[in-house]
Nanobody, 126 residues
Framework: QEQLVESGGGLVQAGGSLRLSCTAS????????MGWFRQAPGKDREFVAA????????DYVDAVKGRFTISRDNAKNTVYLQMSSLKPEDTAVYYC???????????????????WGQGTQVTVSS
C-alpha cells in the first residue's frame, strides 16, 4: 500500500514558478511509474507528466512542454514537478499518482493508476 502526500501548491502570478513535491510512504515507490495529473473546476482530471521508475523516461502533455519538468529521487521516495512560466490556465488541483507496472505505454491513462495523493491547489493569477 502506498500513501502519497503532495505539497508545494499555492498562489502565484502569471509567469511565476512553483515546485510541487509528492512523497510516498510505501515500499514500491522506486519501482513505480509516477505521474502528475490536474483537475480544473468543471473539467476532467487530465494527464500532466509522468516519469519512469529509474527516471530515464519522461513525458508531458503538450500544454506544459518546455515549462514543466518532472523528476524523482528514489532515495527520498519523492517525485517533483517544477513548474515555470505559469499561466492562468494552469490553475487546478494537482495530484500525484503511482502506477505499479512496467507498462510505460499506460502512463497517461488516469484510470490505471493504483494510488493517488489528496491533491494540492495551484492558482495562477493574471
Amino acid at each position: 500500500q502506498e500513501q502519497l502526500v503532495e505539497s508545494g501548491g499555492g498562489l502565484v502570478q502569471a509567469g511565476g514558478s512553483l515546485r510541487l513535491s509528492c512523497t510516498a510512504s510505501g515500499r514500491t515507490f522506486s519501482s513505480s511509474i509516477m505521474g502528475w495529473f490536474r483537475q480544473a473546476p468543471g473539467k476532467d482530471r487530465e494527464f500532466v507528466a509522468a516519469i519512469s521508475w529509474k527516471g530515464t523516461n519522461s513525458d508531458y502533455v503538450d500544454a506544459v512542454k518546455g515549462r514543466f519538468t518532472i523528476s524523482r529521487d528514489n532515495a527520498k521516495n519523492t517525485v517533483y514537478l517544477q513548474m515555470s512560466s505559469l499561466k492562468p490556465e494552469d490553475t487546478a488541483v494537482y495530484y500525484c499518482a503511482a502506477l505499479q507496472t512496467t507498462g510505460w505505454s499506460l502512463r497517461s491513462n488516469r484510470n490505471v493508476y493504483d494510488y493517488w495523493g489528496q491533491g494540492t491547489q495551484v492558482t495562477v493569477s493574471s
